[in-house]
């Protein structure tokens, strides 16, 4: 090594041990500040040096914690914002980094100095700029979009849906839009394109827009009233009958929590049944809810735990952009009534969601058939995105599985016995009910 390389080195290795932890020089609002206006929408750090933006620890909680919309924004290599609602005449703190917590760093990978901010709203001022603060607000919250759809919605790329060309079609509306509403609803055609029906897009408690999916279902409640011996109401979405043979019926239309009270009655009815030589179980129009309740009522047919489906959540730093498969497992319902019989479990396009996630926990039942058509095909357990413009979307997180692994989004649960039915033969007869008798009694 000659002399200049000793030079070179040497200066090299002075300036590793002189380099300076990173630090922030300026925030908005700055640390102290009085008066601030209620209406800031972002709270904005900047630091001296480039900055590794994978990690952030923005401390604090509690009621001095200003309420954040969303997830931080790295802007550029030495600045970060973090939307937030704030109310009038309120003390706020926070810090970032703190002696726990030091997800900030440097390229070089240092921990940022820890940096404590503390201000104080006043009443919110009506700026002559608000209109331009708006559209800030909606190309923002088209960024938090775009970036919802490539992160976090677990069916991005299952429908070959052209998502640039979306944006390119529906966000010039979005960052024009002069109000809420209006972004809304561009926003809500976008998604549409998805066909999704688990994607939905709220102000507040408002839906706006949204898929509709167009299914017909295979079965007439008319008919059923009159052909099914014993016919009873015995709740909002319970009904029961029982045939000469002794074979039960019950219908169970929802698996909303809404009905838990109402779903009590499935409990009396399979009492009343246990010695039945055969049990249908018909949720053909059953479009979904509370899968624990479908879950409490499955188990009344089990003796050992059973593996019904399978799940893996988007996470865009793993292998395959999903985390490892989880079980999911149907176990028997203590303090419930058994039933040990032969059960036909009437299928059709109207199920879907929880109720999907029921036909796969009754696949599992011995002496059990699924008897109908297939079903709709759409399970994706909508987790909330705030976009920060006081527009909600929803978005699939999970991608649902068969218990081998095979995803069933969009293809729906195959019966085990097809019966087709067509809208003239519902008005007068109802074939899928006539295959499940045939099927409970031993015939073809």
């Known amino acids: 090594m000659n002399i200049a390389q000793v030079i070179i080195l040497l200066s090299f290795l002075a300036a590793e041990v002189s380099a300076e932890p990173p630090k922030v020089v300026k925030t908005v609002p700055e640390n102290g500040a009085q008066d601030v206006d209620a209406n800031l929408r972002q709270i904005r750090i900047v630091f001296d040096q480039d900055m590794d933006q994978s990690g952030?620890?923005?401390?604090?909680?509690?009621?001095n914690y200003p309420e954040v919309v969303g997830k931080p924004?790295?802007?550029?290599?030495?600045?970060?914002?973090?939307?937030?609602?704030?109310?009038?005449?309120?003390?706020y703190q926070m810090s970032i980094n703190c002696r726990d917590y030091k997800g900030f760093k440097s390229t070089k990978g240092e921990a940022v100095v820890p940096y404590p901010i503390e201000f104080r709203t006043g009443a919110g001022k009506a700026r002559a700029e608000d209109e331009k603060?708006?559209?800030?607000?909606?190309l923002?919250?088209?960024?938090?979009?775009?970036?919802?759809?490539?992160?976090?919605?677990?069916?991005?790329?299952?429908r070959k849906v052209d998502w640039e060309g979306l944006f390119d079609k529906y966000g010039p509306a979005m960052k024009n839009a002069k109000t809420t509403y209006e972004f809304a609803k561009a926003a809500a055609e976008l998604l549409d394109s998805a066909e999704d029906a688990h994607i939905w897009v709220k102000i507040g408690e408002e839906s706006v827009g949204g898929f509709?999916?167009?299914?017909?279902?295979?079965?007439?409640?008319?008919?059923?009233?009159?052909?099914?011996?014993?016919?009873?109401?015995?709740?909002?979405?319970?009904?029961?009958?029982?045939f000469n043979d002794g074979i039960g019926y019950i219908l169970i239309g929802s698996w909303s929590n809404e009905h838990t009270k109402a779903l009590e009655e499935v409990y009396k009815a399979i009492e009343e049944f246990a010695g039945a030589p055969g049990?249908?179980?018909?949720?053909?129009?059953?479009?979904?809810?509370?899968?624990?309740?479908?879950?409490?009522?499955?188990?009344?047919?089990i003796d050992e735990p059973e593996v019904y489906a399978r799940h893996m959540y988007r996470a865009v730093g793993e292998p395959g952009g999903f985390t490892r498969p989880n079980n999911r497992v149907l176990e028997p319902s203590e303090g419930r009534p058994k039933y040990r019989g032969k059960i036909a479990v009437l299928t059709g396009p109207v199920n879907m969601s929880s109720c999907e996630a029921f036909l796969l926990m009754m696949k599992k039942v011995p002496?059990?058939?699924?008897?109908?058509?297939?079903?709709?095909?759409?399970?994706?357990?909508?987790?909330?995105?705030?976009?920060?413009?006081?527009?909600?979307?929803?978005?699939?997180?999970?991608?649902?599985?068969?218990?081998d692994g095979t995803c069933f989004e969009g293809e729906g649960i195959a019966p085990d016995i097809l019966v087709k039915t067509t809208e003239q033969e519902l008005k007068s007869r109802d074939a899928v009910l006539k295959a499940a008798m045939q099927w409970l009694r031993g015939s073809k």
């Not at 290599?77 to 003390?91: D, N, S, Y």
């Not at 970036?147 to 991005?156: C, G, L, N, T």
């Not at 018909?282 to 047919?301: M, T």
Request: with cysteine.
């Open 367 to 403: 002496g059990c058939k699924l008897i109908g058509e297939k079903s709709y095909g759409s399970s994706g357990n909508p987790k909330p995105v705030e976009l920060g413009n006081g527009v909600t979307v929803y978005l699939p997180s999970w991608k649902a599985m068969r218990p």
């Open 212 to 242: 509709k999916r167009n299914v017909t279902g295979n079965y007439n409640l008319k008919v059923l009233e009159k052909t099914i011996p014993g016919w009873q109401r015995r709740s909002a979405v319970v009904f029961t009958g029982k």
């Open 56 to 63: 952030y620890s923005i401390c604090g909680g509690g009621q």
């Open 279 to 301: 049990l249908i179980i018909d949720v053909r129009s059953n479009g979904g809810g509370s899968e624990p309740l479908a879950q409490e009522f499955a188990g009344c047919f």
């Open 133 to 138: 603060l708006k559209a800030m607000d909606n």
């Open 73 to 91: 924004r790295w802007i550029n290599k030495r600045t970060i914002v973090m939307r937030v609602r704030l109310a009038e005449g309120h003390k």
């Open 140 to 158: 923002e919250a088209v960024e938090e979009l775009r970036r919802a759809i490539d992160e976090d919605y677990s069916y991005r790329d299952l």
